[in-house]
Nanobody
Framework: QVQLVESGGGLVQAGDSLRLSCLASGRTFSSVTMGWFRQAPGKEREFVAGVSWSDANTYYGDSVKGRFTISRDNAKNTVYLQMNSLKPEDTAVYYC????????????????WGQGTQVTVSS
């Protein structure tokens, strides 16, 4: 079992940066692949970024490549999402998720979810 709690969301202006954190409980954190998703009003949940447990490979959704960076600190049971050059279209609720799969780029592949944190980017 894995419990996830996100933090770090807020209101920023276009071009600003923001870092989200996701704290995971449970002794198996180093064995889980972690991901970030987002969902804007009226839209489907979108994959943002993932980091595998096996070798810390990272992968990203096309809309955030080059601007967002996912990282993990297994000693702190925490995964981060550094978001740079934010745009109004990045506005969404951001969710942290976990799975025991070695790789997962779709929401259906994740088994554990946090409650989400709101990110709002003004123009």
């Amino acid at each position: 079992q894995v419990q996830l709690v996100e933090s770090g969301g807020g209101l920023v202006q276009a071009g600003d940066s923001l870092r989200l954190s996701c704290l995971a409980s449970g002794r198996t954190f180093s064995s889980v692949t972690m991901g970030w998703f987002r969902q804007a009003p009226g839209k489907e949940r979108e994959f943002v970024a993932g980091v595998s447990w096996s070798d810390a490979n990272t992968y990203y959704g096309d809309s955030v490549k080059g601007r967002f960076t996912i990282s993990r600190d297994n000693a702190k049971n925490t995964v981060y999402l550094q978001m740079n050059s934010l745009k109004p279209e990045d506005t969404a609720v951001y969710y942290c998720a976990a799975t025991f799969r070695a790789y997962a780029g779709r929401s259906q592949q994740y088994d554990y979810w946090g409650q989400g944190t709101q990110v709002t980017v003004s123009s």
